[in-house]
């Protein structure tokens, strides 16, 4: 069901469009398959704002602490203790 959505992205501006057209896109089926079962198998997942996964390394004390982002969807905490 993704290659028709992408292909409408091209068409529409969809929910998702720019990482269908920058990253998903490019991925070969096989790398979709393991992306979306990756996404839909865990019991249990929990994601992050910015500003919830800085506060966490706040508390747990952590110093010199960078946040970077990956495509505006993801984020790197990095931190000395």
């Known amino acids: 069901m993704t290659y028709p959505y992408?292909?409408?992205c091209n068409f529409f501006n969809l929910p998702l469009k720019e990482y269908f057209q920058k990253l998903f896109g490019k991925c070969s089926f096989e790398k979709?398959?393991?992306?979306?079962?990756?996404?839909l198998n865990p019991s249990y997942a929990k994601y992050y704002t910015k500003k919830e996964a800085l506060n966490l390394f706040k508390k747990a004390g952590f110093k010199n602490i960078t946040v970077s982002s990956r495509h505006n969807y993801?984020?790197?905490?990095?931190?000395?203790?």
């Open 74 to 81: 993801s984020w790197v905490v990095i931190g000395k203790k």
């Open 32 to 39: 979709r398959n393991y992306v979306i079962f990756d996404q």
């Open 6 to 8: 992408e292909f409408l």
